[in-house]
């Protein structure tokens, strides 16, 4: 098994380095940067986010805004169905009352009706023929 520092000398070697064998290899340290320099690189870093942040805060506000707003206007719909349904309840009662006394002594409607759940009694206000 090779050395690091026999790995490092052979790719030197394959891109055509000279092998310098006397120094040990350290790792090169970049210059310090000065501290205003670091300083406004982060102020920068900062200002990038806290923008990123506003951008992030304001599409989802726009986004709750408008579900709300559609979440309103079904509700204020589903309202004005529901008036026109106990408006028109009266009327539909006495149709479905009327639907009841014809089928009564129908049976092939009764069938119909027992098919889709609809279980009718006589009732017992019905003209009995009197003896």
Do not use: W
């Not at 149709?95 to 759940?117: C, D, F, I, T, W």
């Amino acid at each position: 098994m090779s050395t690091p520092e026999e790995v490092e000398s052979q790719s030197r070697v394959e891109r055509g380095q000279s092998i310098d064998n006397s120094s040990t290899a350290t790792p090169t340290v970049d210059a310090p940067t000065d501290v205003a320099a670091a300083i406004d690189q982060l102020r920068i870093l900062v200002c990038g986010l806290g923008v990123g942040l506003l951008v992030v805060s304001l599409a989802l506000t726009a986004f709750v805004y408008k579900q709300n707003r559609n979440l309103v206007a079904v509700t204020v719909t589903h309202e004005r169905q529901l008036a026109r349904f106990q408006a028109n309840e009266r009327s539909v009662n006495y149709l479905v009352n009327a639907l009841v006394q014809y089928s009564s002594g129908k049976p092939e409607l009764m069938g119909l009706l027992a098919r889709h759940g609809l279980q009718i009694a006589p009732s017992p206000s019905s003209p009995q023929p009197q003896p």
